[in-house]
């Protein structure tokens, strides 16, 4: 079992950032992807941005250039800078990672607000 433990979330006034922090911890064994989905209410899960272990990443196309997804693999931790945050951000920031055997495991999820 892997456990995903995300922190950074909070209220931001539009324009502002934030950054979000995900660790995993647990049985270690070989990590592939990780990244982030969000999901806003009353809407679908979706991706927010992923990067592989040998840093490749992939982003929803609407949020390129405003978001960044990072990762430090020595810490197992998955990193999302957010910048010009606008009102339609607003959702509960999901961390994500697959590992070896094709598992999938989810953070319980940052709140990410953005409100004046």
């Known amino acids: 079992q892997v456990q995903l433990v995300e922190s950074g979330g909070g209220l931001v006034q539009p324009g502002g950032s934030l950054r979000l922090s995900c660790t995993a911890s647990g049985r270690m064994i070989k990590i592939n992807d990780m990244g982030w989905y969000r999901q806003a209410p009353g809407k679908q899960r979706e991706l927010v941005a992923i990067v592989t272990s040998g840093g490749s990443t992939n982003y929803a196309d609407s949020l390129k250039g405003r978001f960044t997804v990072s990762r430090d693999n020595a810490k197992n931790t998955v990193y999302l800078q957010m910048i010009s945050l606008k009102p339609e951000d607003t959702a509960v920031y999901h961390c994500?990672?697959?590992?070896?055997?094709?598992?999938?495991?989810w953070g319980q999820g940052t709140q990410v607000t953005v409100s004046s």
């Open positions: 994500y990672c697959n590992t070896r055997g094709g598992y999938d495991y």
